[in-house]
């Protein structure tokens, strides 16, 4: 069964710095993956994914993940965070061709000025 | 490009009554629509995956006859909530497979109150 772990529940930083949210996941065969990103009240917005090829994706707002196989690992980061960045961040994993997205528990992002 | 809508965005009903939460893809068809549900401060959770001119497929725990799922063209999928009760409430989202693409277009979602 394919799973995702986000470690961290809560992440704070200040506007400026750097960030990275962790994923991990487990998936029996190649996985395709995904980060999306959540406001208040509203649907999610896909930042980057990943399906084959270049294991460093780069995504919208500055994002880019990195696909470790070794270490079942789709890290997110961002060299220098915005207020506007405060939101919740979802890894999900699937398999593609109309198959289902299971999704981590997020990551509550919030950014001090 | 690849638009999910959903209407309405918010519901406010009665206990007992039922809800039919639309969601269509505007500008592209989708084979494949998925159900989630989402529960304040927490993750998606799948209910269903539905395939167009089929029956759904419900995961474990979702009861089929409170939660209909009918998709009945290449743009369009209805969860209907029978006899909704409060512990219905909840964020639905909805989202969309274009053919032949392997990603999902995801909608901005329902906000369902039951009173």
């Known amino acids: 069964a394919q799973s995702v772990t986000q470690p961290d529940i809560h992440i704070t930083v200040s506007e400026g710095a750097s960030l990275e949210l962790r994923c991990n996941y487990s998936y029996g065969a190649t996985p395709y993956l995904f980060w999306y990103v959540q406001s208040p009240g509203q649907g999610l917005q896909l930042l980057l994914k990943?399906?084959?090829?270049?294991?460093l994706v780069q995504g919208i707002k500055g994002f880019e993940a990195e696909f470790k196989r070794s270490q079942s690992s789709f890290n997110l980061r961002k060299p220098s965070v915005h207020w506007s960045d405060a939101a919740e961040y979802f890894c999900?994993?699937?398999?593609?061709?109309?198959?289902?997205?299971?999704f981590g528990t997020g990551t509550q992002l919030k950014v001090e000025l | 490009g690849a638009v999910v809508s959903q209407h309405p965005s918010r519901v406010i009903c009665k206990s007992g009554t039922s809800v039919k939460i639309e969601c269509r893809s505007l500008d592209f068809q989708a084979t494949t629509m998925f159900w989630y549900r989402q529960f304040p401060k927490q993750s998606l959770m799948l209910m269903a995956t539905?395939?167009?001119?089929?029956?759904?497929?419900?995961e474990q725990g979702v009861e089929k006859d409170k939660f209909l799922i009918n998709h009945a063209s290449l743009t369009l999928s209805t969860l209907t909530v029978t006899s909704a009760h409060p512990e219905d409430s909840s964020f639905y989202i909805c989202s969309a497979e274009p053919t032949g693409v392997n990603e999902q277009f995801f909608g901005p979602g329902t906000r369902l109150t039951v009173l």
């Open positions: 990943y399906f084959s090829g270049d294991t």
């Open positions: 539905s395939n167009e001119g089929s029956k759904a497929t419900y």
């Open positions: 999900a994993v699937g398999a593609g061709g109309g198959n289902k997205l299971t």
